[in-house]
């Protein structure tokens, strides 16, 4: 069984660029989680998809968008990036409705 | 989305049994509980999981009272291994179609001392 997989592992942006994040889900998961993790916080949820689309979206604006894929791997893009974005993005994968999230290494972005 | 409450830091000796308390008052009756386990730089990981009594797993237990409005995670004998931050977290299993998200308070960091 495949684990959840992300990449790249490290990114560096300037303010104002654009980024696109991939995330493979766990072999059999329908639903994925975007996270993003600052130093010393606790992830916090960007938004959720199921089957293709948006299923819940956490306190973060439009800049931030996602897709899912009909083989269940994720794209987390972010727009206009500012420098506040620079932090650890995780991406989980999951059955709708149960608690456990498998989760990724994740993905640390720098924004200078 | 219920509002959890853990002490930000423990330490304990290796081989000890170790005992975090998390407080959720405005738990709702179709939440569970859960406790995620972090390394640095590395994704959260599930640990346990339940909704009310006792549940035991083989790498921790929890203890739920019955007013569900706090809960145990129990670690028996933690090694330097177990050094690492635990979050606590309370969500509804009944979502279905809707969304569903975990929300993470900043979680207890253990440090496992030699």
């Known amino acids: 069984e495949t684990g959840v997989t992300q990449s790249p592992t490290h990114l560096i942006k300037t303010r104002g660029q654009q980024v696109t994040l991939r995330c493979s889900s766990q072999s059999g998961h329908n639903t994925v989680s975007w996270y993003q993790q600052a130093l010393g916080q606790g992830p916090q949820f960007i938004f959720q998809?199921?089957?293709?689309?948006?299923?819940g979206r956490g306190n973060f604006p439009p800049r931030f968008s996602g897709l899912q894929f009909p083989n269940y791997s994720s794209e987390l893009n972010v727009n206009a990036l500012e420098l506040d974005d620079s932090a650890l993005y995780l991406c989980a994968s999951s059955l709708l409705g149960y608690n456990e999230q498998f989760f990724g290494p994740g993905t640390r972005l720098t924004v200078l | 989305l219920a509002k959890t409450t853990q002490p930000i830091s423990m330490d304990s000796y290796e081989g000890q049994e170790v005992n975090i308390t998390c407080s959720h008052n405005?738990?709702?009756?179709?939440?569970?509980i859960t406790w995620y386990q972090q390394f640095p730089s590395q994704g959260p990981r599930f640990i346990i999981q339940g909704y009310k009594t006792k549940v035991t797993n083989e790498v921790a237990s929890l203890f739920i009272p019955a007013d569900r409005k706090s809960s145990t995670l129990s670690l028996p004998r933690v090694s330097l291994s177990d050094t690492a931050v635990y979050y606590c977290l309370v969500g509804d299993l009944s979502s279905g179609a809707g969304s569903y998200q975990l929300t993470f308070g900043k979680g207890t960091k253990l440090s496992v001392i030699p």
């Open positions: 405005n738990i709702a009756t179709n939440d569970y």
């Open positions: 998809y199921y089957r293709e689309e948006e299923n």
